[in-house]
C-alpha cells in the first residue's frame, strides 16, 4: 500500500526493459552525422560555402587596393627649362618644371609627395597594413572561437572594412591616411580567416578538403575585379570608396542568409541550435535525420561508447550543456598541439615571404598596370584546381611538401639567372612557376592548418599562423629591394626549408575534425592502429 501511496506500482518490472535501454538518444559526432543522416556536400552547403567565400573578394580587393592608390604616376615637363628629357627621374628636375599626369589627386604618392626622399614612406604604409593584419588575424581568431562566433565575427570585420575603407577617401595627411589603413589591416586580417572557418566547418570529411582549397579562388577574383574597379575609378579617393562597397553590399545582402557554425555551437553547449541547423542541412539536401539521433562532442561519444548499455547513464539534455572554452594558451600546454603550432607558425611565414615576394616581383614588368595584376590573379587559378585535385589523392603533407620544393628548385634557379638579355626572361618563367606552385601552397595550408587543431581552439591557431604570414608579408618587399638573384635565393631558401618542416607534421587525409582537446588526444594516441 505505502508503494502506490508513494506513486510506485506494483506490477512495475523490478529491471528495466530493453526498449527503455535503447530508445535514449544516440549520441554521434558531427563528422558521423554528416555522414549518415544529413550529407557531406550537399545544396545546403554549397549554398552557404559560396556565399560565405565571398568574404575572400573583399579581403582580396582591399588588400591589394595599395597597388593602385600608392602608385607612382607618369610625369611630363611643363617648361624646356630646368626639365631635361634625358632625366629618368623627378628627382633630377627643377621644382615647377613638371607636372603629373592626371593631376595629384590620382594617387597617393603625387598627393602627398612621396617621391625622392619620402619614398619609403610607400613602403611604411604597405607593412604597417600588413601589421593591422597581423594583430586582427590574432583578435578576430580568438574573437570567433570564443562567445561571438564565426558568423558574429565576420560581420564586424566586414563593416570595420567599409567603415575605415570610406574613412581612408578622407585622409587630409599622410600620417591620417597610414593611420586608416592600419584599421583597414585590422579588420582585413580577420576577415578571411572567419569565412574560411565558417565556410568550411559546416562540410562533411570527404569534401572538406577541396572545398576549403576552392576558398582562394575569390581571393583571386577580388583582385581581379579590383584592376576593373580602378580602371573606372582613376582617383585613389574615389576608388578606396568604391572598393568599400562590395564590403557593405556583403553586409547587408549576403550575411542575413548565412548560418553559425553548428560546430561552434556544439562546443559552446548549445546543442539545441546545432541540431535545428543539422535538421535544415538534412532537410535541404533531401535526407531524414531520425528524432533518435543527438550531437555531441567527440570525447563525449567515446566515453560513451564504453558504457553503451550502462545503467547509470542519464537522460540528455541539450540547454544544460556547459560551454567548452579554448585559447591559445589551450594550444601551447598541450604537447601535441604546442609542436603543431610551431610548426604551422614557421611554414606560413615562409609561405608568405615567398608568395608576396614573387607576387611583388611579378607585377613590375613595365606594361599596363591594370592587365598585369588581372593577369596575375587569374594565373595563380590554375595552382589552386591543381592542389584541391590532388589534395585526396596525395594528401595533404606530400602535396605540401612537394609545392614547396618545386616552388624553392625554380627560385634557386632564378638566384642563378643573369639580370639580362635571355637570362631575364628565363628568370621570369622562374618567378612564375615558382608563384605558381607557392600560391598552391599558400591555399593548401588553410586546410592543413585547420585540419590540425579542434574545434574549441581552431580559430585561435589559425589566427596565430595567419599573424605568421602577415609578418612574412611585411617582410616580402625589404627583400624585394635586395634586387638582382637575391630575392629569389631567399625565396629559394624559405621554399626549401619550410618543405622540410612540414615532414615533421602529421597527415590528416580521412581524419576527423575534432572538437576538444581530450578528443584529438585519445584519437592520435591511436592514430598508428586507425592508419594504414
Not at 604618392?109 to 626622399?117: D, K, M, P, R, T
Not at 562533411?204 to 574597379?229: E, H, K
Not at 606552385?437 to 599558400?442: K, V
Not at 582537446?517 to 585519445?522: N, P, R, S, V, Y
Amino acid at each position: 500500500m505505502s508503494n502506490l501511496l508513494d506513486g510506485g506500482d506494483l506490477r512495475s518490472p523490478l529491471i528495466p526493459s530493453a526498449v527503455d535501454e535503447y530508445s535514449k538518444p544516440k549520441k554521434v559526432t558531427m563528422d558521423q552525422m554528416f555522414e549518415k543522416y544529413c550529407g557531406e556536400f550537399g545544396w545546403w552547403q554549397l549554398r552557404h560555402f559560396l556565399l560565405t567565400s565571398m568574404a575572400w573578394a573583399l579581403e582580396g580587393i582591399h588588400t591589394m587596393v595599395m597597388i593602385f592608390s600608392d602608385r607612382e604616376p607618369g610625369w611630363r615637363c611643363t617648361t624646356s627649362r630646368g626639365c631635361g628629357s634625358t632625366a629618368k627621374s623627378v628627382c633630377e628636375l627643377e621644382p615647377g618644371s613638371w607636372e603629373w599626369f592626371g593631376g595629384i589627386g590620382n594617387s597617393t604618392v603625387s598627393e602627398f609627395g612621396l617621391i625622392c626622399g619620402q619614398k619609403y614612406r610607400v613602403g611604411l604604409v604597405q607593412a604597417l597594413f600588413f601589421a593591422g593584419c597581423m594583430i586582427g588575424a590574432g583578435v578576430f581568431g580568438h574573437l570567433s572561437d570564443s562567445k561571438l562566433g564565426r558568423k558574429g565575427s565576420l560581420t564586424i570585420v566586414c563593416i570595420l572594412n567599409a567603415i575605415f575603407g570610406c574613412l581612408t577617401a578622407f585622409s587630409s595627411d599622410y600620417w591620417t591616411y597610414t593611420l586608416f589603413r592600419f584599421l583597414s589591416g585590422f579588420s582585413t586580417g580577420g576577415t578571411g580567416l572567419c569565412a574560411f572557418v565558417l565556410a568550411t566547418e559546416p562540410i562533411g570529411q570527404c569534401w572538406r578538403g577541396v572545398a576549403g582549397m576552392s576558398t582562394f579562388y575569390f581571393f583571386s577574383t577580388g583582385i581581379a575585379s579590383l584592376s576593373a574597379i580602378a580602371y573606372f575609378f582613376q582617383s585613389w579617393r574615389s576608388l578606396y570608396i568604391a572598393s568599400s562597397v562590395p564590403a557593405l553590399l556583403f553586409v547587408i545582402l549576403i550575411l542575413p542568409f548565412l548560418h553559425e557554425s553548428p560546430r561552434w555551437f556544439l562546443v559552446r553547449g548549445k546543442v539545441d541550435e546545432a541540431m535545428k541547423i543539422m535538421h535544415k542541412i538534412a532537410i535541404s539536401n533531401g535526407k531524414h535525420l531520425p528524432d533518435g539521433v543527438i550531437l555531441a562532442v567527440d570525447s563525449e561519444v567515446n566515453n560513451d561508447d564504453d558504457a553503451l548499455h550502462s545503467q547509470s547513464e542519464s537522460k540528455l539534455e541539450p540547454d544544460t550543456n556547459e560551454a567548452l572554452n579554448g585559447s591559445l594558451l589551450d594550444v601551447l600546454r598541450s604537447p601535441l598541439t604546442r609542436f603543431r603550432l610551431f610548426l604551422a607558425v614557421i611554414i606560413n611565414f615562409f609561405v608568405s615571404v615567398v608568395y608576396y615576394g614573387l607576387s611583388l616581383n611579378a607585377v613590375n614588368l613595365g606594361t599596363n598596370l591594370y592587365v598585369n595584376v588581372a593577369l596575375n590573379a587569374m594565373a595563380e587559378m590554375p595552382a589552386y584546381f591543381l592542389t584541391a585535385l590532388l589534395l585526396d589523392k596525395l594528401g595533404r603533407k606530400p602535396l605540401a611538401i612537394w609545392t614547396m620544393w618545386f616552388s624553392g628548385a625554380f627560385c634557386l634557379a632564378g638566384s642563378l639567372m643573369k639580370g639580362y638579355g635571355a637570362w631575364k626572361i628565363i628568370r621570369m618563367v622562374c618567378g612564375v612557376i615558382g608563384i605558381f606552385f607557392m600560391a598552391g601552397t599558400y591555399n593548401l595550408l588553410y586546410v592543413y592548418s585547420m585540419e590540425l587543431f579542434p574545434t574549441v581552439v581552431r580559430n585561435a591557431a589559425l589566427g596565430c599562423a595567419t599573424q605568421a604570414s602577415q609578418m612574412g608579408a611585411i617582410l616580402a618587399p625589404l627583400v624585394v629591394v635586395l634586387g638582382g638573384g637575391v630575392p629569389f635565393a631567399v625565396f629559394a631558401a624559405c621554399g626549401i626549408a619550410g618543405g622540410l618542416l612540414v615532414i615533421y607534421l602529421p597527415e590528416t587525409l580521412n581524419r576527423p575534425l575534432y572538437d576538444t582537446m581530450a578528443g584529438m588526444e585519445e584519437a592520435e594516441a591511436e592514430k598508428p592502429c586507425i592508419l594504414a
